[in-house]
């Protein structure tokens, strides 16, 4: 019967019972009137006629059962049963159900991560008619070349430039950081918002000169203004510049970047407010994503296409000024493509794949692990169930019913354990979310289940019920009733199938272990040294403070003799030992690099003739504990006006001067295409990381702040301090009174350090939490499988122990049993592990991914643990009592 | 479905109303266990309770075509039509029977 057939069926269930009712009628009218005809009483004649036909009901069953194969009815019968049946044995059932929640829920937790990074489309019009244009050698644009585009093009309906941008609400004290966005004229009509309240912005607001308004999130205007309505036309502060409210975006709506969830959407424009008037025409400031709707029935061929011919105009047009000619080149060169982009921007994707696919791996392995487990536990209830199954074989049951039977249970199971599991999910994805979000910038995903994220669950649960259910389903199906029924549930040869596959799942359960158990150590070992390592300054008691001095609209004469007062301040607060300046702290992701000439030959803008820079204040080696090796620390001699110097690190000095002591060496710097004065260096330093905790010690060239860093608006301070959180409400009064207009944020190094890694943090943890439960399981699974193994040899064991064997020879018989279980697993293990842990080498630190040791730490590890699992069944062995084993033959 | 004792029955049983329908063109359920009880002299007595299980199994495998019509005493039953792939279902079943009959035939011959 084709499944077209069966479909029909089940739609005309009442059809066909009627068309059965019917006819089973017609047949008895017949026979009445025949049996009538020959002369039979009509009551007489209906009984002798249902009597002839046989159990009435019975007959339509049957009848039934024929065109209803594998119907609706089956199946909630076969429910039934396996309700009954799980309900027997509530330990097996609760087991099974939690590890398979936990399986499951892992799996679609990382899943739907994945999703709202990666797959799920931008909640606005038609999101696949997006395309994203994009340069080559970068995504990111800047607005002369965003102009060009914008003034030049006729493919697109819509197109629009958006940049993250952050506001301060707080015009004083602590800052209150906000989320915006900058975004061009057709931003909202592109991609096809209505606003909840107000207007929108658009082209009409986006202009060189525009005044400053606003489009408020609908969230943040719930929150900030509880949904006023009244809300349209009232100014709200951004970094102390007043803008206008004109309107509220509508609900859900979060822009174009997946990660981000901007709280305020600003007219590009209104830069030049916030940013100062030149500020829209920085030419080598790239910063712009742009993002564009076709014209209808234009291919991106079309378009590229079209964009190579306009390529030379954009190029004329936004061409920077002061670049170097070998750079001009390249920017001549560039070519401007579109790539489809349903999904929308994202810095996430990049930075996220390989962690969420190694997670991905590895919930995947502990369900797998989970899914042995379970198999495991069903042999053995299957062994339990054989005279159960025999019984029901023996009375005429199909061996296929019963399979059938048997794998509903499976199936009743996995969904028991995905239901469970998609509690566990929600829960652990926030959980991971939280945890990628904590290095300050905040990431709001869209984890809401959708269509994709239900059948990836729904395919996982019937794929473990599948992987889980079908090795003992098929062990049932082999049952001989008569065998069974005669042996008493003793067949030897058949507890020996299920022995050797018993053997064979926990085999697999401790080579999936060692998979897991060695990704976990590599991963927790990285992260371990990561935190732990000699990053050449001090981690503890270091305070960092941001200082914002836009607020005070000073001078930069004025904003460094604010920051000078502030320094003495902090240095005569009491539990501060060291107080100063410096323009990009440590270990905090961003950096500062340039290209230096030791010969006065012109500067090569190449890799291996680049140093990071920082401009550090007097004092700076001496808060963060780095060691003056050679030389002098900055101090007031350094001014704008003398002549400039340098203090840099050991290995800038090695690699530049071919000596560490460089003292009293120059070197140059290129700014713009001249060449700078010669800079004197006048001290050397130990080596520090820069950028990351990651990074090799690479050479610093570190400038007095007084010459690098003269006036800049935002100021970052190191405090070395006896109690950083302690010092944290004196250090903001002594700004508070210093500088009033001044908007801070405060953290301690050790805190920065430990959240700059999330990604890492965040896979480290996960793959160790795994790795763990994946011990656990293993843990059941051995000990389950001994104590079967040794129930099983009971009157082996009990004849050895009467023939005159040790105690201890029964105890080792055991334990050699269990480590050949343990050895098979860890030889197939060892050789997953090598394809595996490829997964894991771009998080690893200082560590071979096939590090010998960490291999056979983590196969010691499971060698203990088949030990421990062993020793409650090894240690009963031991205790049989010879006399009452054999009695019982 | 388990192979049963009942599977012999069942295909002589389906060989029966093959033949029967084949011969006399379309018959509803009652007529056919008549026919075949008449046929046979009253030799062969088809149990009423499996015929209509049989005739649904053929239905669904495509050997029989069922529509509803009227009876001459204007009572509604099914009628059961052979099809083209029921007449092959036929020859099969007849050959089928043949050799087990000859099989049969000779067991007893053998003394």
């Known amino acids: 019967m084709s499944w077209f057939d069966r479909l029909r069926n089940h739609s005309r269930d009442d059809d066909v019972a009627r068309d059965i009712d019917r006819e089973m009628a017609f047949h008895l009218a017949e026979r009445t009137d025949d049996l009538v005809g020959r002369g039979m009483q009509p009551d007489a004649a209906r009984r002798e006629a249902r009597r002839r036909f046989g159990n009435l009901g019975l007959q339509k069953e049957r009848t039934r059962e024929r065109d209803l194969f594998a119907s609706l009815d089956i199946l909630l019968r076969d429910l039934r049963y396996a309700v009954r049946a799980l309900r027997l044995s509530p330990v097996f059932t609760i087991v099974a159900a939690l590890s398979l929640a936990l399986g499951i829920g892992a799996n679609t937790a990382i899943f ?57 609400l707080a015009e004083s004290g602590e800052a209150r950081r906000i989320d915006a966005q900058w975004v061009s004229g057709a931003f909202f009509s592109t991609l096809g918002v209505q606003p909840a309240v107000g207007r929108l912005l658009t082209t009409a607001d986006d202009y060189r000169g525009c005044p400053a308004t606003v489009v408020l999130n609908y969230d943040f205007w719930q929150s900030e203004y509880g949904g006023e309505r009244a809300v349209v036309g009232k100014s709200i502060r951004f970094d102390g510049h007043p803008f206008t409210i004109v309107g509220v975006s509508a609900p859900r709506f979060f822009g174009a970047k997946v990660g981000r969830r901007p709280q305020a959407f600003v007219p590009l424009c209104s830069q030049a407010v916030t940013d100062g008037p030149n500020a829209l025409d920085a030419r080598s400031r790239w910063y712009l994503q742009v993002m564009a709707r076709p014209k209808p029935g234009l291919s991106l061929q079309a378009i590229d296409a079209r964009f190579a011919a306009l390529t030379p105009g954009i190029a004329e047009a936004a061409m920077p000024t002061n670049w170097p000619p070998e750079l001009i080149d390249g920017f001549r060169k560039a070519t401007y493509t579109v790539v489809s982009s349903a999904t929308g921007f994202s810095d996430l994707r990049l930075q996220y794949r390989t962690a969420l696919v190694e997670l991905m791996v590895v919930v995947g392995l502990v369900l797998l692990v989970a899914c042995a487990n379970i198999a495991n536990l069903l042999l053995a209830r299957g062994t339990t169930r054989r005279r159960e199954i025999a019984v029901r074989l023996a009375l005429g049951a199909g061996r296929g019913r019963i399979a059938r039977q048997l794998v509903t249970e499976s199936l009743l199971l996995a969904f028991i354990g995905a239901a469970l599991g998609a509690l566990f999910a929600a829960w652990g994805s926030r959980l991971l979310v939280a945890m990628l979000s904590e290095s300050g910038q905040a990431i709001a995903l869209d984890l809401a289940p959708d269509g994709r994220m239900l059948a990836f669950t729904t395919g996982v649960a019937v794929l473990a019920a599948l992987l889980f259910g079908v090795v003992p389903a098929w062990q049932v199906s082999r049952v001989d009733p008569q065998a069974v029924l005669k042996a008493q549930g003793r067949g ?39 935190a732990t390592l000699d990053p050449g300054f001090r981690r503890e008691q270091v305070l960092l403070l941001s200082a914002d001095l836009r607020g005070a609209k000073l001078s930069p004469d004025e904003r460094d003799a604010s920051v000078n007062r502030l320094l003495s301040r902090f240095r005569a607060l009491p539990g501060v030992r060291a107080a100063a300046t410096v323009a990009v702290t ?18 090569v803008l190449k890799r291996d003739a680049m140093s990071w820079f920082n401009a550090v204040s007097e004092d700076y080696f001496k808060a963060l504990g780095i060691p003056v090796l050679a030389g002098r620390d900055f101090d007031t001699r350094d001014t704008p006006t003398s002549p400039p110097v340098a203090i840099v690190s050991q290995s800038m000095a090695q690699k530049f001067f071919g000596t560490p002591n460089a003292v009293g060496r120059t070197f140059q710097t290129m700014e713009g295409r001249e060449m700078d004065a010669p800079v004197t260096v006048i001290g050397v330093v130990g080596n520090t990381k820069y950028r990351s905790l990651r990074d090799s010690l690479t050479p ?32 903001r009064q002594a700004v508070a009174e210093t500088a009033p207009r001044a908007t801070i944020t405060m953290n301690t190094l050790e805190r920065q350090l430990d959240r700059s890694m999330p990604v890492m943090r965040a896979t480290a943890t996960v793959s160790g939490f795994f790795g763990g439960l994946a011990l656990v399981l293993a843990t059941i699974g051995l000990y389950g499988l001994m104590s079967y193994s040794v129930a099983r040899r009971r009157n082996e064991i009990g004849v050895r122990i009467a023939l005159g064997a040790e105690r201890g020879r029964v105890v080792r018989m055991v334990l050699s049993d269990v480590s050949r279980v343990v050895a098979t697993g860890i030889v197939i293990g060892v050789g997953l592990s090598f394809a595996a842990t490829k997964l894991v080498a771009s998080f690893i630190y200082d560590v071979r991914r096939n590090d010998p040791a960490t291999l056979s730490g983590s196969a010691l590890v499971l060698f203990a643990i088949g030990a421990a699992a062993a020793a409650w069944p090894a240690w009963r062995a031991a205790s049989i009592d010879p006399v009452s084993a054999l009695r019982e033959e | 479905m388990a192979r049963s004792r009942n599977d012999i029955l069942q295909g002589t049983l389906a060989l029966l109303v093959l033949k029967t329908l084949d011969a006399q063109g379309p018959m509803h359920g009652y007529a056919i266990t008549a026919h075949i009880q008449r046929v046979s002299a009253d030799l062969l007595r088809v149990e009423e309770g499996s015929l209509y299980p049989a005739l649904h199994r053929m239905a669904q495998d495509g050997w029989l075509r069922a529509e509803w019509g009227t009876t001459e005493k204007n009572r509604e039953a099914r009628f059961y039509e052979i099809t083209a792939d029921g007449r092959k279902q036929l020859a099969v079943e007849q050959e089928n029977w043949d050799r087990l009959r000859n099989g049969v035939a000779r067991v007893l011959r053998y003394t």
Do not use: C
């Open chain 1, 492 to 530: 030897v040869s058949e507890a020996r199938g299920r022995l050797a596959m018993g053997r064979a799942l926990v085999s697999f359960q401790i080579a999936l272990s060692l998979v897991l158990i060695t990704a976990a150590a590599l991963l927790v070992g990285s992260w371990r040294r990561l």
């Open chain 1, 112 to 168: 739907s991560i994945l999703n709202a990074v990666m797959l799920k489309s931008l909640p606005v019009d038609h999101p696949e008619e997006l395309v994203a244009v994009v340069r080559s050698g970068g995504t990111e644009l800047t607005n002369p070349i965003w102009e060009a585009i914008r003034d030049q093009q006729d493919m697109f309906t819509g197109a629009f430039a958006s940049a993250d941008a952050a506001f301060s």
């Open chain 1, 586 to 603: 440590p270990v905090s992701g961003s950096g500062w690099n340039n290209a230096v000439s030791v010969n006065g030959a012109r500067v």
């Open chain 1, 700 to 731: 610093v060239v570190y400038l007095p702040r007084a010459q690098g860093a003269r006036g800049d608006e935002r100021v970052n301070f190191v405090l070395f301090v006896e109690a950083p959180d302690a010092a944290m409400p004196t250090v």
